[in-house]
């Protein structure tokens, strides 16, 4: 695969100039940009299996794995019993003190749905932000947040 590698402190700037333009419609567009690589991801890794074949602990790392190749993480931890999905070295947080990593949501949204197979949103409710180690994700059942 071929692609462009933006380095974080020039996605951090272009996403700060989204946000001047476009205010909170910036986040739903992060989030829907985010959908389409994780979706992309999914096709990438998993597009000749079932979702039953599969398992959980190979998706994490697989996900894992490719996240980190990308450059959106550094690490994932994710345990789909307690819902929640912990994630070290965002690329995508900023020092805006609330949770901002909306591309790095959809991202994880559409692999999880797919491996899942169900709609459902992965919320981010702690960033690295907000000066926290890592950030937090829960999986959340079918939403209208974006």
């Known amino acids: 695969m071929t692609g462009i590698l933006i380095a974080p402190e020039d996605l951090r700037e272009i996403k700060k100039l989204y946000e001047e333009v476009l205010s909170n419609a910036a986040y739903g567009m992060f989030?829907?940009?985010?959908?389409?690589?994780?979706?992309?991801?999914?096709?990438?890794?998993?597009?000749?299996?079932?979702v039953e074949d599969i398992p959980e602990n190979e998706f994490i790392a697989k996900t894992e794995e490719v996240l980190?190749?990308?450059?959106?993480?550094?690490?994932?931890?994710?345990?789909?019993?307690?819902?929640?999905?912990?994630?070290?070295?965002?690329?995508e947080s900023t020092l805006s003190g609330e949770p901002s990593c909306?591309?790095?949501?959809?991202?994880?949204?559409?692999?999880?749905?797919?491996?899942?197979?169900?709609?459902?949103?992965?919320?981010?409710?702690?960033?690295?932000?907000?000066?926290?180690?890592?950030?937090?994700?829960?999986?959340m059942g079918e939403t209208t947040l974006y």
């Open 31 to 50: 989030f829907r940009e985010g959908k389409i690589i994780g979706y992309s991801i999914w096709n990438s890794l998993f597009r000749k299996r079932t």
């Open 68 to 91: 980190q190749s990308r450059g959106f993480i550094k690490r994932l931890e994710a345990d789909f019993k307690t819902s929640k999905i912990v994630v070290h070295g965002s690329a």
């Open 102 to 139: 909306h591309r790095l949501s959809g991202v994880l949204t559409a692999l999880v749905e797919k491996k899942l197979n169900k709609k459902v949103l992965c919320h981010e409710i702690k960033c690295m932000t907000g000066n926290d180690d890592e950030c937090i994700f829960v999986i």
